[in-house]
């Protein structure tokens, strides 16, 4: 209760509480920062079509900020090591239902997307779900480089189960790497029957 009403009268608590996890897990604050920020523009970008409610701005936000989390356990399956953190830790200021958010988030943001894994979720949630797990994938993609810019995206429409993106650079020619992942992530998406265009 306390921690709810902080959030309205001052700092919030679980933006302290982000930060606490990244200097105590070592992530990379100015990489962490700049997939927060292209997650969010792409959130913006997406959500009147996929009719997104604000608040999960948030938590698409944190997921950015502590997407790597896992990397201090182990360099394999790191995304799976971060979310069973975020989903049994404590973390001051969250609702358990936020940490789940937060522990599906990160523990798709890489690899195979385990539908299964969005049973910890209200069922009318799983929708959103998956878009903001989309969001954040193709955020840390367009970060593949810790140091690069990420490539500026010229148009980006989405349908249901449809993500268009056209590059204003030809990736083809200057980013073949970044061309190889989002190939292979076309294969993950389908999975999960989302089309990937690009």
């Not at 001052?10 to 982000?18: A, E, M, P, S």
Request: with cysteine; hydrophobic share 40%; aromatic share 10%.
């Amino acid at each position: 209760m306390y921690d709810r009403l902080e959030r309205y009268q001052h700092d919030d608590i679980r933006d302290k509480t982000v930060r606490a996890w990244q200097q105590r897990f070592q992530v990379d604050q100015g990489y962490a920062a700049a997939v927060h920020l292209t997650a969010l523009k792409l959130f913006n970008r997406c959500r009147d079509d996929w009719k997104l409610p604000s608040h999960l701005a948030e938590l698409l936000g944190w997921a950015a900020d502590l997407h790597e989390l896992g990397l201090a356990v182990s360099h394999s399956s790191y995304h799976k090591h971060g979310g069973y953190l975020l989903e049994y830790a404590d973390l001051p200021g969250f609702s358990n239902e936020e940490q789940r958010w937060l522990s599906v988030l990160v523990r798709t943001h890489r690899q195979k997307i385990s539908s299964k894994l969005f049973g910890l979720l209200n069922a009318e949630d799983h929708q959103n779900a998956l878009y903001l797990c989309v969001l954040l994938r193709l955020a840390v993609l367009l970060h593949r480089s810790h140091k690069e810019v990420a490539p500026r995206i010229e148009r980006l429409r989405v349908g249901k189960n449809r993500v268009e993106l056209r590059f204003a650079d030809d990736i083809r020619a200057k980013k073949p790497l970044l061309l190889a992942d989002l190939e292979r992530e076309q294969v993950f998406l389908k999975a999960v029957k989302v089309e990937l265009v690009f």
